[in-house]
């Protein structure tokens, strides 16, 4: 990756027109070809940027380049498309590469992999009595995240989303009814688990007699008892 502080114009041109006035920037140019201009303040966002793929050339100013004080132009152009980035420097402040090697990327909390772990473990939040049977149990349309049994030994099939909407409830209904064609497994009962359960779903799923059970994570995970809660 490529910093550059510099004192900066910038003009961006295809599918859409717009310019950055004079101002100290900070540029990014990224491995993968990405050219971003960031500010000190405002949003997070980059002000403008080009995507990849796009090649980069550093020229010499124009004549009416240089007449403006800058002392290097970027022509950033898209490979696929006539959309153009063109950057005037007039001073760079910094000028450093690194590399940053593999990003491993976001690993993110209370993701569908985790909760299935943590209900497998702590699976009697069905109810007392409830034993579990196995994790992402195989069927002819995917894996059911959970299938467990009841107190009295009947099945239960358990999907869970992080946030449960109608998609996920239509997505245990297609399970129960290929379940229930097992005699082995019939009569199969539905219970959808979520960290927050949209409305809309909330109802679909009780209209087709399926439970709905929300997820403390953190108390899940041992970070928050919820019987110590004023509210």
């Known amino acids: 990756m490529r910093l550059v502080v510099a004192r900066c114009s910038a003009r961006y041109s295809g599918r859409l027109d717009a310019s950055l006035p004079l101002a100290t920037r900070l540029v990014l140019v990224k491995a993968d070809g990405s050219v971003l201009l960031h500010s000190d303040g405002g949003s997070y966002k980059p002000l403008n940027w080009m995507s990849p793929p796009c090649t980069l050339k550093e020229l010499e ?7 403006r004080g800058a002392t290097a132009v970027w022509h950033v152009q898209h490979t696929k498309t006539d959309d153009r980035l063109e950057i005037e420097l007039h001073e760079v ?3 450093s590469s690194h590399e940053l090697g593999v ?9 569908e992999a985790h909760l299935q772990a943590l209900l497998a473990e702590q699976i009697d939040l069905l109810g007392p009595g409830h034993t579990l049977v196995r994790r992402e149990y195989p069927t002819a349309i995917g894996p059911v995240d959970i299938l ?8 239960v099939a358990i999907e869970i ?22 005699p082995l497994l019939a009569p199969v009962r539905g219970v959808f688990a979520a960290q927050e359960i949209k409305p809309q779903a909330r109802v679909l799923a009780h209209d087709r007699g ?15 008892d919820p019987s110590s809660r004023l509210f």
Do not use: N
């Open 103 to 111: 990003d491993p990327g976001l690993v993110k909390d209370g993701v």
């Open 161 to 182: 989303k992080r946030r449960g909407d109608i998609d996920g409830v239509e997505q245990l209904t297609r399970y129960l009814e290929l379940l229930g064609r097992d």
């Open 210 to 224: 399926i439970e709905c059970l929300v997820l403390d994570y953190h108390a899940m995970r041992g970070l928050d």
């Open 148 to 155: 467990a049994r009841d107190p009295e030994g009947a099945t």
């Open 93 to 95: 402040l910094h000028d």
């Open 61 to 67: 100013p124009s004549q009416e380049a240089a007449e």
